[in-house]
Structure formats: structure tokens, C-alpha cells
């Protein structure tokens, strides 16, 4: 067990739909970074955050956006849903930004 | 660019060594990490090297980092049926206040009775 959270592990729903992905990092812990796996394209960072603020982009479409909040938990806000957007997101925390990233189990997002 | 290549399976006889390579683009990485994800699971952080290290030992896992040839490996001693799972490559980089894990596309480790 990382100490990582997230909710809900599996989520279903229909194209042009709406989900919200819960994280909540390790005790301590000010860094949340959001990935997503998918079988095409492999682990691909989304975008990090550090104390509430955004810190680094990466591959993120722009109908996804993300927050981290006062209490360091961090949303992952995927709207207008395509069928490619099937895939494994993960939340990782770290310290301060630091080197080692322990990662939550994931939620598993299929879009039907 | 950044980019990190690792083949996509292996297969080893249970009780031989596992040896799993990697290559990386970013000469600028600081630390190389190894993660496990077995299935249905997250990514466990199995060791990770800095880069101005050759070698890191850790228990049954050694990763021997070539900076010149940028080539990463990480060796299984006496592979077990619970090593089966697969294996990520990946590099951080630091530029200024933002940093950054890039992965591998993961091999698949399959132990063979």
C-alpha cells in the first residue's frame, strides 16, 4: 500500500459524458501528478501539481483539466468523453516534487 | 526529445535471472527508475539509480546504469512466479521548478515453470 488514494476504481459511462477522478496523496506529501495508461500509447504523464498550484503540463487534452485543493487532495475533471479516453488514470504524490512518485492504485475509466 | 525504449516481453525459467534493459534519449536525467506493476495493480517503485552512480544493489534486484551508451538494466536473481508482472523503465528530469517521469511502454516479465 503506497499511501496514495483514489476514487472510484472503476467507472463506466456513455461518450460526450462527464467524470470526476479523486486523489488523495500520501501524508505529507505536497506533489500530485495524474497519468494516464492506456494499451496504445503506454503511461503518459498529464499534468502535475504542487501545493495547489499547476507546476508542469504533459500530455493533457483540453478537455481534461485537474485541481489540487487546500487539503492537497486533487480532481482529474475529463468532459465531453470520447471512446479513446478508455483508459487506466493514476495519481502519484511525492514530497516536494522530488524524485520517488508512489503511485495509487488507479481508477479504470471505460467509456462506452 | 525524451524517449525511453525497453522490449516488450521476456521470458525466463523460474530460479534463473531476469535481466531487463532499457534505453533512455535524455542525457539531463537525474535519476532512472524501476517500476513493477503487477496485474490490476498500480505501479509499485521497485529502486531507482541516480545517474551518477554505475550500480545500485538491492537485495535480489541490481540495475547497472552506462551513461555513455545512456543503457539501464535491472537484474532479477533467482526469479520467482511473483516476479512476473511488468516492468517500467523510466526517467526524471528536473528544468527549472518543473519536473517530469518519463515512462517506458513496460516489459512484460513471464516466468516459465
Known amino acids: 500500500d503506497s499511501g496514495v488514494t483514489q476514487t472510484p476504481k472503476h467507472l463506466i459511462t456513455a461518450t460526450g459524458q462527464r467524470v470526476t477522478l479523486r486523489c488523495s496523496p500520501r501524508?505529507?506529501?505536497?506533489?500530485v501528478y495524474w497519468y494516464q495508461q492506456s494499451l496504445d500509447q503506454g503511461l503518459q504523464f498529464l499534468i502535475q501539481?504542487?501545493?495547489?498550484?499547476?507546476?508542469a503540463k504533459g500530455n493533457i487534452l483540453e478537455r481534461f483539466s485537474a485541481q489540487q485543493f487546500p487539503d492537497l487532495h486533487s480532481e482529474l475533471n475529463l468532459s465531453s468523453l470520447e471512446l479513446g479516453d478508455s483508459a487506466l488514470y493514476f495519481c502519484?504524490?511525492?514530497?516536494?516534487?522530488?524524485?520517488?512518485?508512489?503511485f495509487g492504485p488507479g481508477t479504470r475509466l471505460t467509456v462506452t | 526529445g525524451e524517449d525511453v525504449e525497453q522490449s516488450l516481453f521476456l521470458s525466463v525459467r523460474e530460479g534463473d535471472s531476469s535481466v531487463i534493459n532499457c534505453t533512455y534519449t535524455?542525457?539531463?536525467?537525474?535519476?532512472l527508475y524501476w517500476y513493477k506493476q503487477e496485474p490490476g495493480a498500480g505501479l509499485q517503485l521497485l529502486t531507482y539509480?541516480?545517474?551518477?552512480?554505475d550500480m545500485k544493489q538491492d537485495q535480489r534486484l541490481t540495475v547497472l546504469l552506462n551513461k555513455k551508451d545512456k543503457h539501464l538494466s535491472l537484474r532479477i536473481a533467482d526469479t520467482q512466479t511473483g516476479d512476473s508482472a511488468i516492468y517500467f523503465c523510466?526517467?526524471?528530469?528536473?528544468?527549472?521548478?518543473?519536473?517530469?517521469?518519463?515512462f517506458g511502454k513496460g516489459t512484460r516479465l513471464h516466468i516459465l515453470p
Open positions: 501524508s505529507g506529501d505536497l506533489s
Open positions: 501539481y504542487y501545493n495547489g498550484e499547476e507546476r
Open positions: 535524455d542525457s539531463s536525467s537525474t535519476y
Open positions: 523510466a526517467e526524471y528530469t528536473k528544468m527549472n521548478r518543473d519536473d517530469k517521469i518519463i
Open positions: 502519484a504524490s511525492s514530497v516536494e516534487g522530488g524524485p520517488e512518485q508512489y
Open positions: 539509480i541516480f545517474s551518477n552512480m
